[in-house]
Structures are given as structure tokens and as C-alpha cells.
């Protein structure tokens, strides 16, 4: 099990930003961000790849956020542009999820941090 632990959430006015960090103690083939708001199942945000960088993002989210990754500082992050309301939610970062087609799907992730607030205020 990796362990996981996620920073960097906030409240923001919409149009504004916020980076998510995710601090991990090792990192798998497939690790990802996704987001639980209330009342609501969770949802995956963004993927990566590991050892090719290849991302994967829910249609909501493309062109506004990018995930990626600095092993030398063993994070993971989320960069956040762009921000609406509708992004209101509780932030997880996840890993060990499974390779599929070379790229890594929302599925099946093993490893969960407990989250990060993100508020965004219209």
C-alpha cells in the first residue's frame, strides 16, 4: 500500500486556481486524481501514467486541469485553472490503478489518501 497524503485545497472565487499536492511514499504504474462532492458518487479527475506520462481527464475538466508529477520531491499534483463551482468537492489522490491500452483508466485504484477540500464560490 502507498501511503498518500493530499494538501493544497482552499476556498476560491470561480475563475480562480489552486494547485493539490500529493505527497507519496512510493508511486505505481497508474496514479490519479478524483472528486466526491456531496450527495454525489465519486468521480475521477485525471490519470497519469507513470513511467510515460501519459494523461487521461474527465471530459468536465479538460483544458483546465493538468495533473503531473516530480518524483524528486515524491508528488504528485493537480493544477486547477478555471474553477467553477460545479469543481466544489473533496479532492482524493489515489494509486495503484491498472495500465490499460497505455493509458490509465478511472478503475480500480487501490491506494487512498484522505482528501483535500476545494471550495469554490460563485
Known amino acids: 500500500q502507498v501511503q498518500l497524503v493530499e494538501s493544497g485545497g482552499g476556498s476560491v472565487q470561480a475563475g480562480g486556481s489552486l494547485r493539490l499536492s500529493c505527497v507519496a511514499s512510493?508511486?505505481?504504474?497508474?496514479m490519479g486524481w478524483f472528486r466526491q462532492a456531496p450527495g454525489k458518487e465519486r468521480e475521477g479527475v485525471a490519470t497519469?501514467?507513470?513511467?510515460?506520462?501519459?494523461?487521461s481527464y474527465a471530459d468536465s475538466v479538460k483544458g483546465r486541469f493538468t495533473i503531473s508529477q516530480d518524483w524528486s520531491k515524491d508528488t504528485l499534483y493537480l493544477q486547477m485553472d478555471s474553477l467553477a463551482p460545479e469543481d466544489t468537492a473533496m479532492y482524493y489522490c489515489?494509486?495503484?490503478?491498472?495500465?490499460?491500452?497505455?493509458?490509465?483508466?478511472?478503475?480500480?485504484?487501490?491506494?487512498w489518501g484522505r482528501g483535500t477540500q476545494v471550495t469554490v464560490s460563485s
Open positions: 489515489a494509486a495503484g490503478g491498472k495500465l490499460w491500452l497505455g493509458t490509465c483508466p478511472f478503475d480500480d485504484y487501490s491506494s
Open positions: 512510493g508511486h505505481t504504474t497508474c
Open positions: 497519469i501514467y507513470i513511467d510515460r506520462r501519459t494523461t
